[in-house]
């Protein structure tokens, strides 16, 4: 059975911090992951993909660590904004495996 | 309007009644999926569907049962409510691959 692994937080952040999380992943033979943000109460939406040699999308940076079977999402220049619950997510032929997510908070 | 919608958005439910929770989409993807979320456990897969003929136990079927009528329509039924299936309920689509579009949940409450 694929686990994925998160600190579920709260990361308590002030604005225009840099924040950094990490999952862990189960199955060595994983061969996507992804970031999902999620507000209260609402469906999760991609944030961004895991590529192998690391991806960036504005302020958002996300990589991943075969060899220690980690995934990482840095955020530069946090906004009130980016107050969320960010899901790591495993992919896999029968859907998704979700981490429990990681609360960040920005603080003004 | 929404690609992926959900009916109902509320459900307050008693113990032992049949409900079903319905989801469409017109974004014209093959493959849906249900998923529950509980507080401190994620999301958990109950249901799987690649197309029309082809369904697919998740981690958590047991107590849940679904029908794809149609390449739009997949709905999940709850053949006799139980408190514990108190959850948030959500839909999703994909293309193929893994990137997956969540409908916005129904939240149902099982007295």
């Known amino acids: 059975r694929k686990e994925v692994e998160q600190d579920p937080g709260p990361f308590n952040v002030p604005e225009g911090a840099t924040v950094a999380f990490n999952c862990t992943y189960s199955?060595?033979?994983?061969?996507?992951f992804f970031w999902y943000r999620q507000d209260c109460r609402k469906e999760p939406k991609l944030l961004m993909s895991v590529y192998s040699s690391g991806n960036e999308d504005g302020r958002f940076t996300a990589q991943l660590n075969r060899a220690s079977q980690y995934i990482s999402l840095l955020i530069r220049d946090s906004k009130l904004s980016d107050s969320a619950t960010y899901l790591c997510?495993?992919?896999?032929?029968?859907?998704?495996?979700f981490g429990k997510g990681t609360h960040l908070i920005i603080q003004p | 309007d929404a690609d992926v919608t959900q009916t109902p958005r509320n459900r307050i439910t008693k113990t032992g009644k049949r409900i079903m929770l319905e989801c469409s989409q017109t974004?014209?993807?093959?493959?849906m999926y249900w998923y529950r979320q509980d507080p401190g456990l994620g999301l958990r897969l109950i249901y799987y569907s690649f197309d029309v003929k082809d369904i697919n136990k998740g981690e958590i079927s047991d107590g849940y049962s679904v029908s794809r009528q149609a390449q739009a329509k997949f709905s999940l039924s709850l053949e006799s409510a139980i408190p514990n299936q108190t959850a948030l309920y959500f839909c999703?689509?994909?293309?193929?691959?893994?990137?997956?579009?969540f409908g916005p949940g129904t939240r149902l409450t099982v007295t």
């Open positions: 997510v495993e992919g896999g032929a029968d859907g998704l495996t």
């Open positions: 999703a689509t994909s293309p193929g691959g893994y990137e997956q579009y």
């Open positions: 199955n060595s033979a994983s061969q996507s």
């Open positions: 974004k014209g993807h093959d493959r």
